[in-house]
T-cell receptor, first 117, second 111 residues
């Protein structure tokens, strides 16, 4: 149980285009989903917290107009990188919280590798 | 100073060795402590979850939390080449709060 998927697994795009990444909880409903970015040999940096049916909460320094997050249902959240530039190239990972054994645990998706040319 | 400090390594050990991975932290409000394993180009996988201080064992893995020293550890017994990965510690002040990650330690277990 507690499987999280992401689509696409990798994407290459031209500078200036927008890219949408989907995050799905496959076998559970996730009230909260998180979006992270990870640069090579660095740790995960939280970008935003997404709650179903409400606006996402962005971390300091993350542009909400550039990284659009939509949490349309309890099993789906999307991250759209608008007008992507080469510096946006990174590994984007989502996680979804599952309530098990009286605690909420974050389960991570496999990640989406974005390369902006 | 980072909230969570973790030596990035790399750490190289022979197969069968006992591995010790550690993190220190500065925020005394952290109560939930996790260890994730991340293979190259993959998302992190939850290994261990511990609340407050104490030890937790699961197979070859043992997690220890010492809140008085603000220090957590993950021990891997009888290490295998398949254990080669990056190990990330993560912690939170609440069971629904955001996670703060360490930098990750890269482990290589040589056959």
């Amino acid at each position: 149980g507690a499987v999280v998927s992401q689509h696409p697994s990798w994407v290459i795009c031209k500078s200036g285009t927008s890219v949408k990444i989907e995050c799905r909880s496959l076998d559970f409903q996730a009230t909260t989903m998180f979006w992270y970015r990870q640069f090579p040999k660095q740790s995960l940096m939280l970008m935003a917290t997404s709650n179903e049916g409400s606006k996402a909460t962005y971390e300091q320094g993350v542009e909400k107009d550039k990284f659009l997050i939509n949490h349309a249902s309890l099993t789906l959240s999307t991250l759209t990188v608008t007008s992507a530039h080469p510096e946006d190239s990174s590994f984007y990972i989502c996680s979804a919280t599952s309530f098990q054994d009286k605690t909420e645990t974050q389960y991570f998706g496999p990640g989406t590798r974005l390369l902006v040319l | 100073q980072k909230e969570v400090e973790q030596d990035p390594g790399p750490l190289s050990v022979p197969e069968g060795a006992i591995v010790s991975l550690n993190c220190t932290y500065s925020n005394s409000a952290f109560q939930y402590f996790m260890w994730y394993r991340q293979y190259s180009r993959k998302g992190p996988e939850l290994l261990m979850y511990t609340y407050s201080s104490g030890n937790k064992e699961d197979g070859r893995f043992t997690a220890q939390v010492d809140k008085s020293s603000k220090y957590i550890s993950l021990f891997i017994r009888d290490s295998q080449p398949s254990d080669s990965a990056t190990y990330l510690c993560a912690m939170s002040s609440s069971n629904t709060g955001k996670l703060i990650f360490g930098q990750g330690t890269t482990l290589q277990v040589k056959p």
